[in-house]
């Protein structure tokens, strides 16, 4: 199964970059042992629209475009289900048994994701209660990535 990121935003050259290309690394150089594999990893401009709504709705638009057909969508938002990390395993590890090709999880710009997006998903998901910036969202969401394949090969990285 593939897993991709899309982001509203872009990482510049810095620790945040180096540090989310380095969980994605792991991810990529572990997961294939257990059918898992990196998929696209796409950085997409942000609305220069004037309102918020019309700057949501144009980057929900250009992150679906960034969707393979059939792919399942995660949407990362603040009013998403929260899992703790075994969880999150236990549902890609199902979403791959189940012979999904596809999984993408989407990170919206500075104004959240747009609704009609975010109802279109078949799981949201926050990482926390709190407020992250587009560049620490990537972070834990690939070091989570990360962690799902330790936990599903029965690596110690996790310990609980």
């Known amino acids: 199964m ?26 990529a150089k572990a997961g294939p042992a257990i059918g898992l594999e990196l998929g696209r990893l796409g950085e997409l401009s942000e609305s220069r629209a004037g309102n918020v709504e019309t700057r949501k709705r144009e980057e929900a638009g250009l992150l679906e475009k960034t969707l393979p057909d059939g792919a399942v969508l995660v949407c990362l ?12 395993a236990a549902t890609i590890g199902d979403w791959r048994d189940q012979g999904i090709r596809d999984v993408v999880f989407v990170i919206g710009g500075a104004d959240g994701l747009d609704s009609a997006l975010r109802d279109r998903a078949s799981l949201t998901l926050n990482l926390g209660r709190l407020t992250w910036p587009h560049q620490l969202v990537r972070i834990l969401i690939a070091e989570q990535l990360y962690r799902a394949v330790t936990i599903l090969s029965g690596h110690p990285y996790h310990r609980v």
């Open 77 to 88: 938002d603040e009013r998403g289900k929260a899992l703790d990390s075994a969880d999150f």
């Open 2 to 27: 593939r897993i991709g990121i899309s982001a509203v935003g872009k990482l510049k050259a810095g620790p945040e970059k180096e540090l989310a290309a380095r969980y994605l690394d792991r991810f």
